[in-house]
């Protein structure tokens, strides 16, 4: 028994197949998620010192039934018994495990589904997600968002209340609404990644956890949806991002941008997935915008140097993703690969296009992208300015450092 | 997104509080606690007990009080994660305005960058 995996690791992969035996059968959902932590926590204290079960999941199902038939029972003694019984349809708690072998990879799903309701707030879904799904504690939760545990808590306790409130029921949703909650499900996924991505930044944060979350949870919707193509490049995008993780910043923890990293230190292991999960998948399914997006970053993982980089086929994808998903953030990353094909000015005419456009909450990227275009045009007054102005508005702590470096770069060299 | 919430207020505010202003806040930070909003909110004590601590030469010296000759003082804060600005000044405005005077909204600064 030396090759099992560790402890935590299996309780993390079970909890949402545990829940979502036990959620199909009551509707209580904020009964089963209580019962299910409790299970866990019994678990964790009872398998290594009596050994393990024969059977986990079953040994999981069994206690978190008893736990909720039990809670049922406590508080039907306070108030009307009747209506928690027909709450509860549970059958007697089962001693082994349930025969529908094949229903586990669904139950994960409307479990994703069901934590990714649009009815919750997004810091809600993702909360829930990440307990739920992810089998992460309160306490761990809290302490990647930098939130004292009551204050997640709360967040994850609304959630459930929220669900209860709408009546969500435990199925999955129907062929006309699932293109749509599917979405959600890959924005909430793609949120833990960022959210995970941005702060890893730095010798003091690191939040690679998150990252690493998502990516377990993207796998498993990988398993579960095999032929969806927007979860292939969902999962390619995170690996492809990631891969550059360790070359992203210097070793003070301030940022390194794209063109200036060691390519030595990216995972070659994790962009090669990247690309064989993305290659795979254009071109036999109408591309959707993760998909495009992670042939973006396929293209830069397979260049040797900024220099070496396909910027063509680049700025072509960005016209893509414009069409499919206009967004500012966008055409922003398009002005820099049309600086790359056609010359700075051709950048700043997409970047003074992007900064006339009504509601842009990206004041400090467009003058960042502009600071960039403008040096490479050789107007450096220009660019100092403009970086200047980025480091004022920024509310990223390694960018501010960054782009007042660039400044005072400029500063220097134009004395 | 985190907000810090700085009220400032008259001094002397608290000894003219009614206990309807006071359960009027209390109902308020109720709410935020309940939505999972609030981080965290603290007091703070008469500005006659703050220390300024400068560095003449780089050496700390400690002085009693602020050294601005100002009416209105930070008598609180408040700490929000929320979802967007609006949502920080739309909880700010609803501060009573007979206990403070003006309310600021500063966003924190992100201690990770954005992806690239």
Redesign the interface.
């Known amino acids: 028994m030396t090759d099992r995996q560790p402890l935590g690791e299996l309780l993390r992969d079970l909890t949402p197949q545990v829940l979502g035996a036990l959620a199909g059968r009551s509707t209580d959902f904020a009964a089963c998620e209580d019962a299910v932590q409790e299970a866990l926590l019994a678990a964790s204290m009872q398998w290594p010192a009596d050994g393990w079960p024969e059977n986990p999941r079953g040994w999981l199902i069994t206690v978190a039934e008893r736990r909720l038939h039990d809670a049922f029972r406590s508080e039907s003694a306070r108030r009307n018994r009747e209506t928690h019984e027909a709450a509860l349809a549970v059958s007697s708690p089962h001693a082994e495990e349930p025969s529908e072998e094949t229903g586990h990879g669904d139950d994960t799903l409307i479990l994703l589904f069901m934590c990714c309701h649009p009815a919750l ?4 879904q993702l ?1 829930l997600t990440l307990r739920a799904v992810g089998g992460l504690t309160t306490a761990e939760i809290a302490r990647e ?4 545990e ?3 808590a ?3 306790s ?1 959630a459930k209340s929220r669900i209860r409130a709408t009546g969500v029921s435990f199925r999955l949703p129907s062929e006309a609404e699932r293109p749509d909650r599917l979405r959600v499900v890959l924005h909430v996924l793609y949120l833990v990644f ?1 959210e995970g ?6 010798p ?2 690191h ?1 690679a956890d998150l990252t690493s979350e998502a990516i377990r949870l993207a796998r498993i919707l990988h398993r579960l949806l095999p032929d969806d193509g927007e979860v292939t490049g969902l999962l390619a995008l995170m690996l492809l ?1 990631d891969a550059r993780r360790g070359a ?1 910043t210097d070793a003070s923890g301030a ?1 390194v ?2 063109a200036d990293q060691d390519r030595a230190a990216w995972d070659h292991a994790a962009i090669e997935e990247g690309i064989a999960l993305i290659s795979a998948t254009l071109g036999t399914v109408a591309a959707g915008p993760y998909q495009v997006q992670a042939a973006i970053a396929a293209i830069h993982g397979e260049a040797r140097s900024a220099a070496d980089t396909d910027w063509t086929q680049i700025l072509l994808l960005y016209r893509v993703l414009d069409d499919l998903s206009p967004n500012p953030m966008t055409r922003l990353n398009m002005a820099v690969a049309a600086a790359m094909v056609d010359g700075p000015y051709a950048g700043l005419a997409i970047v003074a296009g992007v900064e006339q456009e009504e509601g842009v909450d990206l004041s400090h990227r467009i003058d960042a992208v502009r600071g960039h275009l403008l040096e490479m045009s050789g107007d450096l007054p220009g660019a100092r300015t403009a970086y200047r102005l980025a480091a004022q508005k920024t ?6 450092r ?1 782009l007042e470096r660039q400044a005072a770069r400029l500063e220097r060299e134009t004395e | 997104m985190k907000y810090l919430v700085m009220l400032y207020d008259a001094p002397n505010i608290r000894e003219s509080m009614s206990p309807e202003l006071i359960e009027q806040m209390q109902t308020l930070l109720a709410e935020l606690k309940e939505s999972g909003e609030l981080v965290g909110v603290e007091a703070l004590a008469d500005p006659s007990r703050t220390r300024t601590v400068k560095f003449p030469g780089s050496v700390p010296a400690v002085t009693d009080g602020p050294y601005a000759e100002v009416k209105e003082q930070m008598g609180g804060f408040v700490l929000l994660d929320v979802e967007d600005e609006q949502r920080a000044i739309d909880i700010a405005s609803r501060w009573p305005p007979s206990v403070v005077s003006a309310v600021e909204v500063r966003p924190l600064m992100n201690p990770g960058a954005d992806p690239q």
Do not use: C
């Open positions: 707030s997004p810091p809600s909360a968002f930098m939130v004292p009551s204050t997640m709360q967040r994850i609304r960022t991505h941005t702060s890893t930044a730095g003091v944060l939040r991002t992203r940022l941008p794209l509310m990223s702590m390694p960018e501010q960054y």
